[in-house]
């Protein structure tokens, strides 16, 4: 059974810092593409940040390059998300997902390419 288990979300101030985490067993295929995707209420799923496991490859949307840094532990099974100079549009709930990396590779941030999904850390950034 394919598990991934998000965590770290929670209340910070603009200008701070949060790391996600996203915890993952089970997958069945080798090579890999997870990825980090969040939703705003009334706004639509957006894809933030894409590691390919084997190759180390990422993919870093344009509202968070610069401010964002993903990561994989392969010993622990996790995927970090460090977020740095955090802004209230960053408010959202925040989803790890997994799926073929060569597939994930084609488009890293488009939600059409993922077979698993967690059920996601709300991340809220006051001003």
């Known amino acids: 059974e394919v598990q991934l288990v998000e965590s770290g979300g929670g209340l910070v101030q603009a200008g701070g810092s949060l790391r996600l985490s996203c915890t993952h067993s089970?997958?069945?295929?080798?090579?890999?593409?997870i990825a980090w995707f969040r939703q705003a209420p009334g706004r639509e799923r957006e894809g933030v940040s894409w590691?390919?496991?084997?190759?180390?490859?990422?993919y870093y949307a344009d509202s968070v390059k610069g401010r964002s840094v993903i990561s994989s532990d392969n010993a622990r099974n996790t995927v970090y998300l460090q977020m740095n100079s955090l802004k209230p549009e960053d408010t959202a709930v925040y989803y790890c997902?997994?799926?073929?990396?060569?597939?994930?590779?084609?488009?890293?941030?488009?939600?059409?390419?993922?077979?698993?999904w967690g059920q996601g850390t709300q991340v809220t950034v006051s001003s």
């Open positions: 590691i390919r496991r084997r190759e180390g490859a990422t």
């Open positions: 089970g997958f069945p295929f080798d090579d890999d593409g």
């Open positions: 997902a997994a799926g073929l990396g060569l597939l994930t590779s084609k488009a890293p941030g488009h939600p059409m390419f993922y077979n698993y």
